[in-house]
């Protein structure tokens, strides 16, 4: 037999694991304990968040990378290395580039001085600074995946293209 609680528990993870996986890359382990000792008010939490992270494309007025660009800032102003790293991510994932991040976490220093840049702002660049080499060697490996598995007649056809090509000319 099942536990009713698990299933519960189960079927509200997963109703919003697409949300965290798409807009995040991963589930933070905050959300997870909260899910576990507190399924509604996880379901709650995170329906909303849904709802306001929605993005341009689903007819919202800002882009999300803007909408993670003013949760790392304050996250920054709040002091909150954790979420700083996971919005950071997401602003990356959804398109932000790094100069766009520096920019906006120093307009916090506005609002709350140096600190929101020296405590935790300057770990959201060092962690985009990673996150973008992490980003190209994705890339780099993924490039090299698709050339491996490129036909190889492909490859010894062009030439023989060009011979026939070569051939009508004269």
């Not at 933070?28 to 909303?48: G, T």
């Not at 709802?51 to 002091?79: C, E, N, T």
Request: hydrophobic share 50%; aromatic share 4%.
């Amino acid at each position: 037999m099942s536990d009713p609680k698990k299933t519960q528990l189960d079927e509200i993870i997963a109703r919003h694991t697409h949300h965290y996986m798409t807009d995040m890359g991963a589930m933070p382990e905050a959300l997870l304990q909260l899910a576990e000792y507190a399924p509604e008010a996880f379901d709650a939490y995170s329906s909303l968040r849904t709802a306001l992270l929605k993005s341009d494309a689903d007819g919202a007025a800002l882009p999300l990378k803007i909408k993670h660009l003013i949760l790392v800032v304050l996250d920054a102003i709040r002091d909150e290395p954790i979420g700083i790293i996971n919005h950071t991510r997401a602003a990356m994932m959804a398109g932000l580039t790094r100069a766009e991040l520096v920019e906006g976490l120093l307009l916090g220093i506005i609002v709350y001085g140096t600190p929101a840049w020296g405590k935790v702002g300057r770990k959201a660049v060092d962690f985009a600074v990673t996150y973008e080499k992490e980003l190209a060697a994705k890339a780099a490996k993924a490039a090299k995946a698709k050339a491996a598995k490129a036909p190889k007649d492909a490859k010894a056809a062009k030439p023989a293209k060009a011979v026939k090509k070569a051939a009508k000319v004269k």
